[in-house]
């Protein structure tokens, strides 16, 4: 079924996937559930990673945090009013939605699904943050719901990951991964391209080592600056330079030319919130972004998955 979908578009989308697993139209609600990071708090580092700023693409962290249900209930209202949606998967964003206690994260799980309509969760955290009382929690939860444990690796280079103080390693990463694994989670990985002191081949270095793990989703983005942090700084101080549209385009179809055509691509850009941001300004919308990178693909004649034989290979 994934090979029939992916001969019919150049990648894998998550509409696709979506569509394969329910009968009827799924769509996902961000809810800031009031987790913090441990690269925030002082247990690993202060002041997060450089780019760090929930408000530029999560609108529940640009206000007065609501109550869960009320974030629920708002998100049910908006997309069956506009989508026409029936059925909701639960996405937990804002910050390291497994830094807690075992417990905590239980209660959090039982209130949304209890919520009517809701048919699946998918958890944002860092890899340095699901030791095995919390992948086993998930792995549970997994039996009961369609799960999803969203991983931020944003780069695979031990020297980009320092440059933006994220305060874990790839080998975490891959130690995650691979836990997971043992307990048949679904892995989404969330990259950047176009990050502080990257190479394009670096970029797609961190495409073909993703090639050979058990990652199941990605979630790729471009690099934006977001106003207030401290790559804000390094941007004004010239030492960060961010891609430009057609850039962007042509990495992300290079990106994904190495990821197996099974891999479902969850996002290929996101909402981000122009007020919040410092650049790029592109004055695009993400379907139109979308839209150009299946251009691309139909001109090279080419999709996702179609280099992974010829990179192995090599």
């Known amino acids: 079924m994934v090979a029939e979908a992916v001969a019919k578009a150049p990648f894998y989308s998550g509409g696709q996937y979506l569509r394969q697993c329910f009968p009827f139209r799924v769509f996902k609600i961000a809810i800031d559930a009031g987790f913090t990071c441990p690269n925030r708090d002082g247990l690993i580092g202060y002041g997060g990673c450089t780019y760090c700023s929930n408000a530029s693409f999560s609108p529940n962290s640009r206000i007065a945090r609501a109550p869960i249900d009320q974030q629920l209930a708002q998100g049910v209202q908006f ?50 943050c699901v030791a095995d009382p919390v992948l086993d929690l998930l792995a549970e939860y997994a039996g009961r719901t369609h799960l999803w444990l969203e991983l931020g690796l944003e780069s695979s280079h031990d020297q980009t990951l320092r440059r933006l103080n994220r305060r874990h390693t790839y080998a975490q990463f891959v130690d995650a991964v691979l836990r997971a694994q043992r307990r048949t989670l679904r892995v989404c990985a969330h990259v950047i391209l176009g990050l502080p002191g990257e190479t394009r081949a670096m970029m797609l270095t961190t495409a073909d080592r993703l ?47 190495r990821i197996p055509p099974g891999v479902v691509i969850q996002r290929l850009t996101g909402e981000v919130a122009e007020p919040y941001v410092v650049a790029p300004h592109w004055n695009v919308t993400k379907l139109q972004v979308v839209h150009r990178i299946r251009e691309e693909f139909r001109r090279r004649g080419t999709c996702q998955g179609c280099l992974v034989a010829q990179v192995r290979e090599e």
């Open 79 to 128: 997309y069956r009013e506009r989508l026409q949606g029936e059925k909701f998967i639960v996405y937990f964003q804002a910050f390291t939605n497994t830094y807690g206690p075992v417990e905590r994260l239980r209660r959090l799980y039982e209130e949304v699904l209890s919520v009517p309509d809701v048919v699946g969760l998918s958890i944002g955290t860092r890899p340095d």
């Open 211 to 257: 090639a050979q793990l058990p990652v199941e989703g990605l979630k790729l983005h471009h690099l934006y600056v977001p106003k207030g942090t401290m790559m804000e700084s390094q941007y004004q101080r010239g030492k960060v330079r961010v891609l430009t549209l057609r850039e962007y385009v042509g990495l992300a179809c290079d990106f994904l030319e």
